[in-house]
Structure formats: structure tokens, C-alpha cells
């Protein structure tokens, strides 16, 4: 089949589900016409507001995505959802999306749901998920959502890629939030305590709020206060006043520079892992023959791997 | 203070744990002398057997360690254990080490143990961890075990690290195993079932047993067959029986040339990961105005991020 590019990126523009979902896939498989496609989306990229949404496994993910799809659909706004897995071979692979794709949304033609499985892909999200990013953005989708379980290096990739980052938690999990310290308090923009009909939400918010107090004084200005929002996304409760935090975000970064910085910061990072893997390509398709030949030094000690990979990389300078 | 490497390294080949923690670090923190750190290991490499354990959260890996120490130390071997820990802001970090850190072995001077954090490493273990195992190989210990839950992408990084890989289950994950599927068998080359005396264990055990003979015809020759051990680690029952299959498959390895694929296979991607930190730092470091010119121009839309990478790549090669 011929691959017409300029129609199939007007098809998405045009909301068709189908032409999305090959686009993103040509995306993820690397198809040698990439650059191509990258050029005809960029004049349209560049006008949705992108979230992140992480948090530790069990406290809602899925559930609260689709009651957040739900709410901002009410607003007439089209949503585009990354479902991202940093897939196990313990967990299987690709469970957020498939349980999301099965809900009242899978009819709605002003939603757009994908998953993505990171394993395998060269510093995982890093170099697919900004491109699939790119074509939601491109298709015209006011928001992209991009979800992913708050396990190893992902949940800190999704803030690279996201305007907004919001950080689901939800009561019972004292310690873990304790454990958690610093390192959520960077990563959120805002943050949810979902199932806050359960006991020990009150504790959970109490002591977000502690946290956050504390590290205002340290690590942030005070001028944008991190909100703590209670919802209980199963009924929909509260999902209403994430939305209006999102808006209330969105309009901070963007009154404060902050929006150009964050979009700066990511192009960067995303011409970087771009850059990294056209390298990595020449240095294990074009220099595979050498590479293996130092290999075999390294193996038999008569070379150290940083004097083969300082050998590699001249080689590759030429 | 001066470094003195070839000092270094023959303290650390006298076993001064001070000396290999203070290795450890120059290779983790990428010191300046790194290069001829690398060197002066490399006489002393090759000897150890590098075994990798990894399963879900909540099997007992520490507590399997702790006592595949005490096992492997009743014969006199010296153990260097490398705690991974794929860190999360959710889950704090270096948990598994610490843990471990505290038990009987702290003061076994056969016995090194040392987390390592993954966070904000370039591909996670892909670099920084080959080059503490390079380490603890040269200083002389018999068995390196590296530690890592199975989360995201490091229990896979482990693998390729690893002589031999431990996957270790517990019962009542009857659901975590049929997901886990074909993922768990590819990456086995033997499978502990800790916690055996609690209920559950036989079906965990029958479970895994159907899945082996399954995929033995698919995906394995007949030469090596996964063996599946049963422990309760707390007790340190069936430990032994975990040792001695690590020797029968090392054995297994050797006479089947099956070692020699492994290390050249590890050094191709630990020179590869060197070489990509190499050209990373060139992009970053050496051409970071070009990047950030690039990525400037790919958020005004002049430039779609593809055409950008390509630019810097061609400057790089230039």
C-alpha cells in the first residue's frame, strides 16, 4: 500500500481514528519515511496542553483518567490519551490502555486512546512517546493525556513531556508517601488523593500539605502553590475542580514564561534522544562488524570496553 | 587528595572493602580517571560468575539474598552483591541494599554489598552497572549477584548482564504468572519459588512446571531445562539446592560454549552503552548552544525535530 503522508495527516486533522492510529505507529516502528512524517505534522503541533499523570500502582490510574476524559468531554474539549506501560515480563504488557479503550469512551470520536509499551524502546519513553505527542498535538486534540504507573525512570520521563504533571495518590499509603518525600514534590503540578471517600484521606491530604509547605520554602517560588485535590474518580467527584486546576495551571505557565520554557526544555531533550538514536543506529547497524571485533578484545582482555567504545566512537568521527 | 589507581585496585584484590566502594564510586560518578580505572581492571576480569536475581515486588528478594550469602559463604566462596534499585519518587530509593546492609553479612569481610540507584543514569544499569560488576569481579569475588525488582526494564537489563538469571516467585501471584507469560520463561534460566510453605506453593509450582514444557518445545532447545526450586528463604530452606543449580548451570554454560556467547554479548553492549555516553556527552556538553539553537527552532515550527536531529548529527560528524 502506498503511503500517502499529506492525506493521511489530513485525515487525522480531520479526527479520523484511523489515520491517528497509523500515524502513531509509524511513529513507534521507526517507518523509513519518520522524517517525512515528522515534517508534514510540525505547522500543526505546538497548540494542545499536555498532562502528565502518574502515581504509584493501585491508586486509580485508569479509573481516573476516564472519569477526567468524562469531565473534560462536558467542556466540548477533544482529548488525546498515551497510555504508557513500562511493561514487565512480570506484569505482562499494555494493561492500562486495553482496560481504558473497554469503557464508555471507545465510541467517542472526540477521544483518541493508545497504549504504549516502553520495553524494548531505547531510553524507553524518551524517544517514541514526544513523537506520538506530536501527532495527537498535530490531530488537534485540546489536551493530551499521557498516564503512566509511577514505577522506575517513567514517571519522571512523563514530566519531561508534559506541561503539567499530576501526581495521583490515595490514602493507606502513609508510608509510601513519607518514602516518596522530595522526589513527588518535584515531579507534581498538582496533586490528586483519589478514593478520598476512604479512611485516611484526611491524613494523606494532611500530610501532602505538611510536605508541600515545607519544600515551598526550599525548593520553589511562591508563586504557583502546588493544589491538593480530593476526588473520588469511581463517581466522578471532584474530577470537576482537577479540570479547572488544569485550566489554572495551563493559564500560570503561560502568564509566567514557564510554558516556553518547559516546550523549550522538551524539544530539546527530544532532538537529544532523536540525535542519540540515529547514533546508536550507525554505531550497531553500520558499525556492527567493529563493534563486534571490540567486543572480542574486551572479552579476551587485551582491550578495556572505554578504550573499545573510545575506538568505536573515533571510528565513527572517521 | 591523589588518586592512586594501581594502589586502588591492589587494595581492592586485598579484599579492603573501603578500597572497592571507593571503585565503585569513580566508575558510578564517571570520574575523570575513569579511563584508566577501566584499564587497570581489566587483567583481573572474567573470573567471576555474574548472577542476576529479579522478580515482582514482595517475593523476598532480600531476604533470598541474605541467604543465598549465608549458602555460598558456608562454601567459602567470596560473594559481592549489587543491589539495583530501579528508584522511583514513589518508592524512595536504594531500598533493597540498606535492607540487606543491616543483616549478619555487614561484617563478613567475604561479603560486599552495594546499591546502586538508577535514577538519572542514561539507560538505567545499561551503563553504570557493568562497570561496578567489572569491579567486583577484579577484586576477586567468586560470585557476583546483582539484585533488582522486577519492574519497567531493569530485570531485563539484568539479564544481559548476567551469566545466569534467578527468577524468583512466590505463591498467591497465580494471576502474576499467567501474565507474565513468555516474558518470565525468556529471561529464566532458573526459577525459585520462595515462601514454598505457605498455601499456594504447589500450584505456583505445577503453573510454572506446564508453562516450561510448553515453551520448551516453542522457544528452547532440550539441553538446559529451567529447573524450578522451592525455598523459604527465611529459613534458609532449599538454599542449598539454589547454589548448586547456579554451578550446574555454570557449568552447563561453559560446555555448551554458552558462557562465551554471553560475555561477548555483554561486552557489545557495554562498549555500545560506553560509546553512546561518549556521543551523548558530545551533544550535550560539547555542541549544547547548537542543540539549544535547534530546539529552539523547533518550537517556533521552523524546524520539525527529526530535521533537527539530523543537523546536529551532521555537525557532530562534521
Do not use: C
Not at 493501585?58 to 477533544?78: D, E, M, P
Not at 524518551?126 to 501527532?135: D, E, F, G
Not at 474530577?239 to 510554558?259: M, P
Amino acid at each position: 500500500m502506498t503511503l500517502d503522508v499529506a492525506d493521511l495527516v489530513a485525515r487525522a486533522r480531520d479526527g479520523q481514528a484511523r489515520a491517528i492510529a497509523r500515524l502513531i505507529s509509524l511513529v513507534e516502528d521507526a517507518h523509513p519515511r519518520l522524517r517525512e512524517v515528522a515534517a508534514a505534522l510540525t505547522p500543526f503541533t505546538g497548540r494542545a496542553q499536555i498532562v502528565g499523570l502518574t502515581g504509584p500502582p493501585g491508586v486509580g490510574k485508569s479509573t481516573s483518567t476516564s472519569a477526567l476524559l468524562t469531565a473534560l468531554r462536558k467542556q466540548g474539549k477533544r482529548v488525546g490519551v498515551l497510555a504508557i506501560d513500562p511493561s514487565s515480563p512480570f506484569s505482562g504488557g499494555a494493561l492500562l490502555g486495553d482496560r481504558i479503550r473497554m469503557t464508555e469512551h471507545a465510541v467517542d470520536p472526540g477521544v483518541f486512546i493508545r497504549s504504549m509499551a516502553t520495553r524494548g524502546h531505547l531510553g524507553g519513553l524518551a524517544w517514541a512517546t514526544p513523537q506520538a505527542v506530536r501527532v495527537l498535538d498535530a490531530a488537534g486534540f485540546d489536551v493530551v493525556l499521557i498516564e503512566t504507573v509511577g514505577v522506575g525512570q517513567s514517571e519522571v520521563d512523563v514530566v519531561k513531556l508534559a506541561d503539567t504533571t499530576v501526581v495521583l495518590l490515595a490514602p493507606g499509603m502513609g508510608d509510601g508517601i513519607q518514602a516518596a518525600k522530595a522526589g513527588v514534590l518535584e515531579i507534581a503540578d498538582l496533586f490528586v488523593v483519589n478514593k478520598a471517600d476512604r479512611e485516611g484521606a484526611d491524613a494523606t491530604i494532611h500530610d501532602l500539605k505538611q510536605m508541600i509547605s515545607l519544600s515551598r520554602r526550599e525548593i520553589r517560588g511562591p508563586s504557583w502553590r502546588q493544589p491538593i485535590l480530593p476526588t473520588v474518580a469511581s463517581r466522578g467527584e471532584g474530577v470537576d475542580d482537577v479540570v479547572k486546576a488544569l485550566e489554572e495551571h495551563h493559564a500560570w505557565l503561560s502568564s509566567h514564561g514557564e510554558l516556553a520554557q518547559r516546550r523549550a526544555a522538551r524539544a530539546r531533550s527530544e532532538v537529544e534522544a532523536i540525535a542519540l538514536r540515529i547514533l546508536r543506529a550507525e554505531l550497531v547497524d553500520v558499525r556492527g562488524d567493529r563493534l563486534a571485533e571490540l567486543a572480542s578484545a574486551v572479552v579476551e582482555r587485551t582491550l578495556d570496553p572505554y578504550a573499545a567504545a573510545d575506538r568505536l566512537v573515533a571510528d565513527l568521527h572517521g
